[in-house]
């Protein structure tokens, strides 16, 4: 009897583990299905810890994983302009946020590699649009000044603060539409230091004195001028001849509105240009059209953030980037094309 009664549990127990495991295949599978490529590792360039670039980087590399868990995505802050340069020569990164406009970098950066082909070695497809970096001239009070054409007009022997890189060729391309060069305005007394002033060390250089002037480009608004309560403006770029030599470059008017800042009174026009993941060109397309899609699938994360990310991950922001790429001739890579052709936002 008792042999019995065990035999019958036994079947009993087979039975139940049979019903479970018909069951499970109705669950979520673990091996992702369709043509999606599997373990795939890549690299997210940002540029320096605690700037609003790097947490861009941060995020989308997130979103990523998140996305596609049997995916490793390492995002990296190099430490500046010239080790974003290096690795992106070496190979080491596939994707970055792009700092500033095309032909600038090419202008800045070109003679600085003469043993390469800099434009070709540097190459990159546009992925997805991720924000507005407007410029931003700043100039204390006690100058006196209220357009950037004033500096040279009244010879000025202001001290500006750019960084050695972009925001420095975008000054002397600035100078050079007035007709003059940094050499000829330092025959006044004007001289150049090297501040970013879009981090800490702006604020700081202005309020002490070191510089009474600065370029750079931030989104709105750049975090580090929100509590200045010294003698602060913002120079306007609206002059028509240097907005239209500007847009060439990829640039776009548009305004920083009264009240981003403690000091801004009233709306100041300026330019901005539209910073972008990018990817290198030899990137494979359907690794490219999966990352555009976490993207967009994980855009609430990259919302939270990065607020602005609202204003770009849309029809209207790819579109516009999709026809000033027509002007710039850097194109999109041909994976994110297949993603915004699919969704129906571009033809």
Not at 237 to 249: A, R
């Amino acid at each position: 009897m008792n042999i019995r009664r065990f035999a019958l549990l036994a079947v009993c127990m087979v039975l139940a583990l049979a019903i479970l495991l018909t069951a499970c295949p109705a669950s979520a599978p673990t091996v992702p299905s369709g043509d999606r490529p599997q373990d795939v590792e890549l690299t997210i360039l940002g540029f320096v810890p605690g700037t609003t670039i790097q947490f861009r980087a941060d995020s989308i590399a997130e979103a990523i994983r998140l996305e596609y868990p049997d995916w490793t995505v390492h995002s990296i802050a190099p430490g500046g302009e010239a080790q974003v340069i290096s690795k992106r020569l070496s190979g080491e990164g596939d994707l970055f946020i792009t700092p500033y406009v095309r032909q600038l970098e090419i202008e800045v950066q070109a003679p600085l590699h003469p043993e390469i082909d800099y434009e070709q070695a540097s190459a990159y497809n546009l992925v997805v649009p991720t924000a507005a970096q407007h410029i931003h001239f700043f100039a204390l009070g006690k100058t006196g000044l209220n357009s950037i054409g004033d500096m040279v007009e009244q010879r000025y022997p202001f001290t500006v603060g750019v960084g050695p890189g972009g925001s420095g060729g975008l000054f002397a391309k600035i100078l050079g539409y007035y007709g003059v060069t940094m050499a000829e305005a330092e025959s006044w007394g004007a001289k150049q230091e090297f501040v970013v002033v879009v981090t800490p060390a702006g604020p700081e250089a202005l309020q002490s004195g070191r510089i009474d002037t600065g370029l750079s480009w931030a989104e709105l608004p750049c975090p580090v001028y929100l509590g200045v309560t010294f003698d602060l403006k913002l120079l306007p770029i609206d002059d028509p001849g240097l907005i239209e030599m500007l847009k060439t470059m990829g640039y776009y008017e548009t305004t920083i509105p009264a009240g981003t800042y403690p000091f801004l009174a009233e709306d100041v026009s300026t330019v901005a240009s539209t910073s972008h993941l990018a990817v290198r060109p030899d990137m494979p397309e359907d690794i490219v059209y999966y990352v555009v899609k976490a993207v967009f699938n994980q855009k609430d994360l990259l919302i939270a953030a990065q607020a602005d990310f609202a204003d770009q991950l849309t029809p209207e922001a790819v579109a516009e980037s999709a026809a000033i790429s027509q002007v710039t001739g850097i194109p999109f890579h041909p994976g994110a094309l297949r993603y915004y052709r699919e969704i129906g936002w571009i033809e």
